[in-house]
């Protein structure tokens, strides 16, 4: 549970400061996009015997990058491309995890989280990459908000967009394959939109979304795990219910201000 | 000896397709320091005139430089403000006036870390000149149509910019606004010396203070000053026919 916990920090905190980025520009759903990425990488660490959580990061930057890519190029084609790279992501990882003979209870674990299977080495990990994820979101904070503020006006002035873009969904990437111990494959991208869309109706500045987000994400993985340990729930599902609890309570005292 | 021009158009055309061509022939020299109304029909070609002008597209015919250079590869790029068409914040966070404005100094500044002591400066100077000091810790959307215009005008003048276009400012912006933009922007104009081009589908606000009006509907039909356009003209209506 210790371990569950520190891991739980770590994400509670992660999660919501890449995923402000992506709300902030409409992009919500990408991480659940990646999430189906890295289930691939999952079910090739299953049947290659190698970490899965490793094999996830790979896939998910990868898948990542190339979503990010497909994006930039809009249209009709691009949001075609993003649904073949969303399920042909999530076909292959079928594929491999039944050729693996692992189609049973443990992938379970990465689809939903789970407070057991956290090791010390994954929290190393977690903790390792996720404070250099923090670190990255911090020094990129000021450019990554001019760009939720006017890509166009940032384009036009010279700022590398596409460089940035890619940054963000790496971030995503390395976010969502952290994450899936704890709060599984299928949830992390409630992790990384509710705390920001609660803290976006109570929040007075960009910045304090940005922190408020941050306070929630923590406070929902922390009180959701210690729920969970104690009442034999699942660790992701009882994660994002009581992030999306604070998100109704957020909505609540938004509508009672008039806002 | 001939001053390099800020914006140099020379016979261009240009389509989004193969075959189509939604500017064709246009020639225009825009003067360092210079107050320009560009206006047209919707659909006429003001914007695709913008994209080229800011070298975010390449002329499929003719050439299109930045104070000397070809737009698209232009090195200065940080001297370029821009105020897009219908420009809003993508998402939920409440961003305020200040953290808007600050957007501006991205590109001027530096792009990794905090903010320098500088950049604040001319954040806070920027919010001044537009006449928003007292609103510049409010969240943007609480702010009139013409307040957050003059936010995001403030933004493109943190950057200290020798070149500001405008593209189509006064949508959704009441006439008393307009007008009120429009004395804004001759000030800055007098002030800071900076080349304005100022792109919408009527001129009513701006024509006593520019310089020159250019009219535009697929090519150039009228380069002049607003005083020699023909009365009948002055009817924004008219160049729709």
Known sequence: MRLALGAGIVIGVLAPAVGFFLVQRRQSLIGDGIGHVAFAGVAAGILLDVSPVLTALIAAVLGGVVIEVLRSRGGTAGDQALALVFYTGIAVGVVLV??????????????????????????????????????????????????????EGARVAGVPIGGL???????????????????????????????????????????????????????????????????????????????????GVAVAVSAARGR | ????????????????????????????????????????PNGGGKTTLVRLILGLERPADGRALLFGE??????????LGYLAQRLELGGDAPATVREVVSAGRLAAGRLIGPGRRRDRELVAEAIERVGL??????????????????????????????????DEPTTGVDAESQESLAALLDRLHSELGVTIVYVSHEFGAVERFVQRLVLVRRTIIFDGSPQELPGIWHDPSHIHA
């Open chain 1, 165 to 247: 873009n890619i940054a963000v969904a790496a971030l995503a990437a390395v976010t969502v394959a952290l994450s899936m111990r704890v709060v599984g494959i299928l949830l992390v991208a409630a992790l990384m939109v509710l705390p920001v869309s609660a803290a976006g109706r109570i929040a007075w500045s960009m910045r304090s979304t940005f922190v408020l987000a941050m306070g929630i994400g923590l406070g929902s993985a922390l009180i959701g795990l210690t729920i969970s340990y104690y009442a034999d729930l699942p660790p992701g599902g009882t994660i994002v219910l009581v992030a999306a609890a604070v998100f």
């Open chain 2, 1 to 40: 000896m001939r001053m390099t021009p800020a914006v140099e158009l020379a016979d261009v055309s240009f389509g989004y397709r193969p075959g189509q061509r939604v500017l064709e022939g246009v020639t225009l020299r825009l003067g360092e320091g210079e107050f320009v109304a560009v206006a047209g």
């Open chain 2, 133 to 166: 000091s007292e609103r510049a810790d409010a969240p943007l959307r609480t702010l009139s149509g013409g307040q957050q215009q003059r936010a995001f005008i403030a933004k493109a003048l943190a950057g200290e910019p020798s070149l500001l276009v405008l």
């Open chain 2, 70 to 79: 070809p737009a698209h590869r232009f090195s200065q790029r940080r001297t």
């Open chain 1, 98 to 151: 039944s050729t693996a003979g692992a189609l049973n209870v443990d992938l379970f674990q990465y689809l939903f989280g789970s407070i057991l299977t956290v090791t010390r080495t994954d929290l190393v990990l977690i903790a390792a990459l996720g404070a250099v994820g923090l670190a990255t979101v911090g020094l990129l904070y000021r450019a990554l908000a001019a760009v939720v503020v006017d890509e």
